[in-house]
């Protein structure tokens, strides 16, 4: 077979109708976009449970007399409530924060922001942090029967589980996931769209060699490789422009976007390298998919 032959045709080809390559290549980059951007979704939710899975708690904070009065947990009221957690067969361990503890842990998490000059040691409450038995896997059932046992008790003001407000977290992640998944579903049907009938349109104006070479020998391989390789070629170059789109995304939008909470652990930063990662696995994907796609067309539709 000769290289410079299908080379040659390749150039022709994607010169020739350059107004739907470049729609092509332009629509395909949207939709492997939106894919990339599901993946760090999937990818970043995944992090986050893993960061989660083991820092869970319910937290008991305590009335404003109780936190003020007992700052290491020795007095009747925090010290029974701590010894019902402890003997609780649901319970694998129970640590005790006091005000001014709670006001460093603050500080800490709020470094930098103007809610943190605000906030003083007697306004947070002392809380008891428990920490549940893991037990197959699933902690929710002794997480709701250790809320309804602390709950309504002297010196207890509210209770929290921390999975209530995670689980937001990750409704949110999964809807962002969820969104750009369904957006490039139907970026991608216009793109299978656009990659047929380039292909069709392609093969049409070139009919007359094509049909020559039919004529001297040539085999309907030979002849229809340049017509797949365009759609290769096109469906790469929207793979590279959607890695580029999503690099631009993360320096432009996210490192913005999630700063505070990413620097505070409340989930995990999304890095250079997973964009980088993520925007290897398109290139393949693209030309799969634009492969797949023109080879089906050029069996069913062109007759060269």
Avoid: H
């Avoid at 349109?201 to 085999?219: D, F, H, I, K, W």
């Avoid at 250079?272 to 797949?292: F, M």
């Amino acid at each position: 077979m000769r290289t410079d032959f299908v080379v040659r045709e390749v150039a022709t080809g994607l010169r020739r109708n350059v107004t739907m390559t470049v729609a092509m290549v332009l629509t395909t980059a949207i939709s492997l976009l939106m894919v990339g951007t599901g993946l760090l979704a999937v990818k970043t939710i995944d992090a986050t449970e893993a960061i989660y899975s083991d820092r869970l708690e319910i937290r008991v904070a305590l009335t404003q007399d109780v936190s003020t009065a007992d700052s290491g947990c020795t007095q009747p009221i925090c010290a029974g409530l701590r010894s019902t957690l402890e003997n609780s067969p649901l319970v694998a361990g129970v640590t005790y924060e006091n005000q001014q503890e709670a006001y460093e842990r603050f500080q800490e998490l709020f470094a930098g922001q103007s809610v943190a000059e605000l906030a003083r040691p007697q306004s947070l409450p002392a809380t008891l942090r428990v920490k549940l038995v893991d037990r197959d896997g699933s902690t929710e059932a002794g997480a709701a029967a250790v809320k309804q046992a602390m709950e309504n008790q002297v010196g207890v003001r509210t209770v929290i589980d921390q999975r209530d407000v995670v689980a937001k977290l990750f409704d949110f992640l999964g809807g962002v996931r969820n969104v750009t998944f369904a957006l490039a579903l139907v970026q991608a049907v216009a793109a299978l769209m656009l990659i047929s009938n380039t292909v069709q349109v392609s093969a049409y104006t070139r009919r007359t060699e094509v049909g020559v070479m039919r004529l001297v020998g040539a085999t309907r391989w030979y002849t229809q490789l340049p017509f797949l390789i365009e759609a290769v070629v096109t469906g790469v170059v929207g793979a590279v422009l959607a890695g580029v789109g999503l690099v631009v995304g993360k320096i432009a939008f996210i490192d913005s976007l999630l700063a505070g909470i990413a620097q505070n652990g409340v989930i995990p930063p999304v890095t250079l390298a997973d964009v980088l990662t993520v925007s290897a696995y398109l290139v393949p994907i693209g030309a799969l998919i634009a492969g797949i796609t023109g080879y089906v067309t050029l069996r069913l539709y062109v007759k060269v």
